[in-house]
C-alpha cells in the first residue's frame, strides 16, 4: 500500500507510452478565439443547455464571463458545479448533451451551436495555468471530526471527496491501482484527453486534503466489515468490473485481450504495442469497440475491423463516434459474429458466421462460416459487475447490473453506504459520475452533520 498526501503522479507515467503519439482532438482556444465565440451566446433564460448538463452547470453564465475577459470567474461558475470540469470540457459526449441542446440548433442553421465545451476547456485551461483552481473553491469548512472511505479514485469518488472535504469531513480514498483517476486516467480516448490531464484533476482533488491510498483492492486486503466498523460513511465508486468474454472456442490465445485492458496500455505503459499486427479484429458494438478500433488505426495498424453481431441501426456507439470511426478508417462488419478464434500458441485468424433475425431472435445462418486474418483481437463485448465487492457490505441490493440506489441520494439499503458513477447507473458518462458523486457527498453530509 502506498499512502499519499503531497501528490506528483504525472511524473509517474512513461513517456514513451503510445497515447502520446495522438494529435489532441481538443485544441485549445485563444483569448480572442474564446471571447468571440462566447459574444455569440444569446444568455438564454432557462438555457435548455444548462438543463441538459447532468451536473447543471450555469452554462450562460460562464459564457458571458468569458466574454467580459473575466475567466477566473468563468471558472470559478463552472467549478461550483462541477469539480472535474476540466475532464468533462474535453470528454463529454457534447453533442448530445448541453450542445445538442443549444438554441442555435433549432434555428435557421447559419450558425452552429454554441461550443460550449471548448469554452469551458478554456475557462478551465487558465484556471489550472494559473494554479487558481483550490482558490476558487473557496474556504473549506472546520473539521466536523467525521471519517468517509471511498472506495475507488474515479470521478465519482473524486467529485464525493472534493465536496465532503470542502464541507469539513476527512476523506480517504483507496484505489486498487497504482494511478488515481479511475477512467479518465487509463480509459478516454488519447485524442480525446492523455492520461496526465486526468491526473492533473485528480492531484487538484487530492490537494484539498484527501488522503489517497493506492494499491489497496477492498475485498482482497481490506474487508468490507472493517471499513464499515472503522469509517462514519462509506462511498461505492469502484465502477464495472474487468472486460467481459464471449466464451468461444480460442479465446484464450495470446493476441485476445479485452478493451478496456488494451485502452489502458496505450494510455498508462510504455511497452512497444502492436508491432507485425497488420490485421486487427474488434469484437462490439459500443462506444468503447469504436475507441479502441480508432486508437488501433491511429498507432498504424493498417487494417482494422469491427465486427457486431447486429446492423448498424442497433449498435450502440454514438453516431458522431461511428463516423469519426470510418473517417479514420476502420471497416464495420455487421450482422457477424465469432465463432472460433484460430492459431497455435497466437491467434492468427477469427472465424465469423453470419448473423440474422428470426422471429426477433438472432441466430447464425448455417454454412456462413469464414475466416479473417488476425494477430490482434480486442473484445469490446461490455464489462463485468462487482456485485459481490458491493454486496459484501451488508443491505447493499445489486439488480440489473448496478447497485440499488435512491436516485436523489445515492443511499442503499445501508444506512452507512452510498453509490455514484458507474457502479450505481450501469456505466454512463464522466459527467454522470460526477453529479452522482457530488449528489451522494451531499446527502452523506446531511445524515453526518444531522443539517
Ligand atoms: C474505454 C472507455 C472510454 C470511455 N470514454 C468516455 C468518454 O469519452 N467520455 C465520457 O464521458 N465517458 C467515457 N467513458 C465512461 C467513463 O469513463 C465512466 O463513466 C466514468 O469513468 C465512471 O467513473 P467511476 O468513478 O464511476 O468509475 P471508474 O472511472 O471506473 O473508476 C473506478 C475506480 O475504482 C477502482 N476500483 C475498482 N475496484 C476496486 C477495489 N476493489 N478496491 C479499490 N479500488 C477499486 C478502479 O481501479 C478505478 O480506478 C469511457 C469508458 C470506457 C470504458
Ligand atoms: S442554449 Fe446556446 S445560446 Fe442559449 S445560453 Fe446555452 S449556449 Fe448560449
Not at 296 to 306: A, H, Q
Request: net charge negative.
Amino acid at each position: 500500500m502506498h499512502v499519499t498526501t503531497t501528490i506528483s503522479f504525472q511524473s509517474q507515467l512513461p513517456g514513451d507510452r503510445p497515447e502520446v503519439r495522438f494529435k489532441d482532438h481538443h485544441p485549445s482556444l485563444t483569448e480572442r478565439e474564446a471571447v468571440l465565440e462566447a459574444r455569440r451566446c444569446l444568455y438564454c433564460f432557462d438555457a435548455p443547455c444548462q438543463q441538459a448538463c447532468p451536473t447543471s452547470i450555469d452554462i450562460a453564465s460562464f459564457i458571458r464571463k468569458i466574454s467580459t475577459g473575466n475567466t477566473l470567474a468563468a471558472a470559478r461558475t463552472i467549478l461550483s458545479a462541477n469539480i472535474n470540469a476540466l475532464s468533462c470540457a474535453r470528454v463529454c459526449p457534447t453533442q448530445v448533451l448541453c450542445e445538442g441542446a443549444c438554441v442555435y440548433n433549432h434555428r435557421d442553421g447559419s450558425q452552429p451551436p454554441i461550443h460550449i465545451g471548448r469554452l469551458q476547456q478554456f475557462a478551465m485551461e487558465a484556471a489550472y495555468a494559473k494554479n487558481a483552481v483550490a482558490s476558487l473553491l473557496g474556504d473549506k469548512r472546520a473539521s466536523t471530526g467525521k471519517k468517509i472511505a471511498l472506495l475507488g479514485a474515479g470521478p465519482a469518488s473524486l467529485a464525493c471527496a472534493a465536496e465532503l472535504t470542502l464541507r469539513g469531513h476527512q476523506c480517504v480514498i483507496l484505489e486498487q491501482r497504482a494511478l488515481p483517476g479511475g477512467l479518465n486516467t487509463n480509459g478516454v480516448a488519447p485524442y480525446k484527453m492523455k492520461a496526465d490531464v486526468g491526473l492533473l484533476e485528480a492531484e487538484m482533488v487530492l490537494g484539498l486534503g484527501v488522503e489517497l491510498r493506492t494499491g489497496v483492492t477492498v475485498g482482497k486486503d481490506v474487508k468490507p466489515e472493517d471499513l464499515l466498523a472503522e469509517y462514519d460513511a462509506v462511498f461505492l465508486g469502484v465502477g464495472l468490473g474487468p472486460d467481459g468474454r464471449l466464451a468461444v472456442p480460442g479465446e484464450e490465445l495470446a493476441g485476445i485481450i479485452g478493451a478496456v485492458e488494451l485502452i489502458d496500455q496505450v494510455k498508462t505503459r510504455g511497452q512497444p504495442l502492436f508491432e507485425g499486427v497488420a490485421h486487427a479484429v474488434v469484437v462490439g458494438g459500443g462506444n468503447t469497440a469504436i475507441d479502441v478500433a480508432r486508437e488501433l488505426r491511429g498507432l498504424g495498424v493498417p487494417e482494422v475491423t469491427m465486427v457486431y453481431r447486429r446492423g448498424p441501426e442497433h449498435m450502440s456507439a454514438y453516431a458522431h463516434e461511428q463516423d469519426g470511426a470510418r473517417h479514420d478508417g476502420v471497416r464495420f462488419l455487421h450482422w457477424h459474429v465469432p465463432v472460433r478464434f484460430n492459431g497455435e500458441g497466437k491467434v492468427s485468424s477469427l472465424t465469423l458466421a453470419r448473423t440474422r433475425l428470426e422471429d426477433g431472435r438472432l441466430r447464425n445462418v448455417p454454412g456462413s462460416e469464414a475466416d479473417v486474418p488476425c494477430e490482434l483481437v480486442a473484445m469490446a463485448v461490455g464489462q463485468g459487475t462487482l456485485k459481490d465487492l458491493c454486496t459484501a457490505f451488508a443491505g447493499v441490493d445489486f439488480r440489473d447490473g448496478h447497485v440499488v440506489v435512491d436516485p436523489d441520494t445515492g443511499a442503499t439499503g445501508n444506512a452507512k453506504v452510498f453509490a455514484g458513477g458507474d457502479v450505481a447507473n450501469g456505466g454512463k458518462e464522466v459527467v454522470n459520475a460526477t453529479a452522482e458523486g457530488k449528489r451522494a457527498a451531499l446527502a452523506m453530509d446531511r445524515m453526518l452533520t444531522g443539517a
